[in-house]
């Protein structure tokens, strides 16, 4: 399975997670959808897919639990027949960071997702670089942007 | 449910038991000493309980009933019911191990 990242500190715990959770498809993205890195994804629409719609669901979520007057919900799950989606944000210096995974009901479970999610989410915060604002990307350079992030992650 | 726990932390050597659901890795009931990660338990006796079942079918030789795995310093065992729920008990090395399979074998019968 490929694993690959345009934010270089984000490789290793999501090549960890991938390996001990055994999910099928992971994206780490900001709540605005820009994928830091991926794993398992072969095509570049699915992935511009699935950050947009995981950024549109963390954002809806968010919403709701503010018309509810509640703190935003931690992590959503989705099963299905053969497949689970697990949605979830955490914060680490930076901002904050939004991971989608997908696994199979045959290999993995949501309490093994779980578990290993919160050892990512420690070793991202680790991880990630200190004291460095993230770059904006403004929306006249977005379309470069986003072809040079789909680049490094499909390896071209 | 947590009388069938009861019964089987009354067991002196059993340091912790729980109820998982086999299909998410979940607990559902627990009582475990301090310093027993329970959801980490749950989580990978599960995905234990997965691959034990379908190696079994691989060889053709049924379900598993009961499951015993012996470490340094102590002992998981498990009791999968036939309601996809897997009976937990974590105990010490030296615990009797037949008391203790017993307890939950009644408790999977418990909560079937």
Do not use: C
């Not at chain 2, 932390?9 to 059993?14: A, F, I, P, S, Y």
Request: aromatic share 4%.
């Amino acid at each position: 399975m490929t694993t690959r990242a345009v934010e270089n500190w984000t490789l290793q715990p999501l090549t960890d997670f991938v390996r001990e959770a055994s999910v099928r498809l992971v994206l780490l993205m900001t709540p605005a959808g820009q994928v830091l890195a991926q794993s398992g994804f072969s095509r570049a629409v699915d992935v511009m897919s699935a950050a947009a719609l995981g950024a549109a669901i963390v954002a809806s979520t968010g919403e709701l639990a503010k018309q509810l007057r509640q703190a935003p919900f931690a992590a959503l799950n989705h099963q299905g027949h053969r497949h689970g989606i697990f949605l979830s944000t955490f914060p680490i210096e930076r901002g904050t960071i939004v991971v989608l995974a997908v696994y199979d009901l045959d290999v993995s479970s949501l309490g093994l997702v779980q578990l290993f999610y919160e050892q990512l989410a420690t070793d991202l915060k680790a991880a990630s670089p200190k004291g460095r604002v993230p770059k904006q990307v403004l929306a006249a350079d977005f379309e470069r942007e986003l072809s040079e992030s789909l680049n490094t992650l499909f390896g071209r | 449910m947590n009388n069938a726990l009861d019964l089987i932390t009354r067991v002196r050597g059993v340091r912790g038991a729980m109820l998982v659901s086999a299909e998410d890795g979940l607990v559902i009931a627990e009582q475990l000493m301090e310093g027993i990660k329970g959801s980490a338990v749950a989580a990978l006796a599960a995905s234990l309980a997965g691959r034990l079942r379908r190696a079994m079918e691989a060889a053709g030789i049924g379900t598993s009933v009961f499951w015993h795995l012996q470490a340094d310093q102590g002992t998981l065992l498990v009791v999968p019911a036939a309601s996809g729920i897997l009976v937990v008990a974590v105990a010490e090395a030296d615990v009797n191990i037949g008391l203790v399979r017993l307890e939950l074998l009644r408790a999977g019968e418990a909560v079937a």
